[in-house]
């Protein structure tokens, strides 16, 4: 989209642009906050525009209105310094698989809402999808809960969540009896938008510490972690970039949260506080995203583009100068 945007404009581009290609936004963008640093004359702008969101559905356009935070971690739970024969010791020395599990047990509670003491609990408004289409969206299997309490949007878009992404022990198939010494597994939180990731951090580490059975050795190791954002709903530029996608797709634009996390967003406006984000997207429910088979419509990636050049257009009106990143 943004390059189609400068081949359409070419001579007739109405704002200064520069081009940033962040490639870290999967794992937190953890060097992107020294890039800033060092090349902020080149980088400062009034307004970043990203599209790394999602729309409402195929063909209805939105604009983001906030992110969720981020913290990934690997917690590692050790019993002991070598496999032990699960006949022999069974029932009195602890296997670290089972430790684990207890743990990943405590961090939801029945109803599925993050259990971790502490955390930040968000609230907005918005229109999320119905239960339904998140149900067909998902693949989420007939019988399968929806989990939490709240409303959906504050379980999408406004509350912490907690998902075991990942676990590493011994196969089942072809395990040797044996009480395994080790054991870990890969940990997402979502934060609210206004959460701390490092303080979320102290809530985990204590979490784990109250809840890791038998005496067990734990560790968390931090993978990835990111700031949440939430816009400011009367910025003119988030009017504007509604009304170029109404204008392009031919439908209202709706305004919605997202409860994925864009830590370059958070990253840049610290950096520059002056600026203004716009968040828009060309993925849908059905784009099937972090999917082998993953996908988006050609006529929302058409109906984004036009939007896109309207929105910069527009801005060279109102502003001196625009850099798209």
Do not use: C, K
């Not at 816009?231 to 997202?258: H, K, N, Q, Y």
């Amino acid at each position: 989209m943004h390059l189609e945007t400068l081949r359409q404009l070419r001579s007739d581009l109405p704002v200064s642009v520069t081009v940033l290609i962040e490639g870290e936004e999967e794992i937190g963008s953890p060097t992107l906050p020294a890039l800033l640093a060092e090349y902020a004359g080149r980088l400062e702008a009034d307004v970043v525009i990203a599209l790394d969101s999602l729309n409402a559905d195929v063909g209805s356009p939105s604009v983001t209105t906030s992110l969720r935070g981020l913290l990934n971690v690997i917690l590692t739970v050790r019993t002991s310094d070598r496999a032990a024969h699960s006949g022999v010791f069974g029932g009195v020395v602890p296997d670290a698989v089972g430790a684990l599990v207890q743990v990943l047990a405590s961090l939801a509670d029945s109803d599925g809402d993050a259990a971790i003491a502490g955390l930040s609990h968000g609230t907005g408004a918005g229109a999320p999808p119905s239960v339904d289409s998140l149900r067909a969206a998902s693949g989420l299997l007939d019988g399968v809960a929806v989990l939490g309490t709240g409303s959906l949007a504050e379980r999408l878009w406004y509350r912490p969540a907690v998902t075991v992404t990942g676990i590493g022990a011994p196969e089942p198939h072809g395990a040797a009896n044996a009480l395994a010494p080790t054991a870990n597994a890969s940990i997402s939180l979502r934060l609210a938008p206004e959460e701390d990731p490092r303080r979320a951090l102290e809530l985990l580490l204590a979490h784990v510490e109250a809840h890791v059975p038998w005496g067990s050795h734990a560790t968390v190791d931090v993978v990835s972690m990111g700031r949440g954002w939430r816009a400011d709903a009367d910025a003119a530029t988030m009017r504007a970039a509604s009304a170029s996608l109404a204008r392009a797709f031919g439908r209202p634009a709706a305004e919605i949260g997202v409860g994925g996390g864009i830590p370059f967003i958070a990253s840049y406006l610290e950096a520059f506080p002056g600026a203004e984000a716009v968040i828009t997207a060309i993925q849908d429910p059905q784009s099937r995203a972090h999917a082998a088979d993953e996908s988006v419509s050609i006529d929302a990636l058409f109906a984004a583009t036009r939007a896109q050049i309207d929105l910069v257009r527009t801005l060279g009106r109102a502003h001196s100068s625009i850099r798209t990143g």
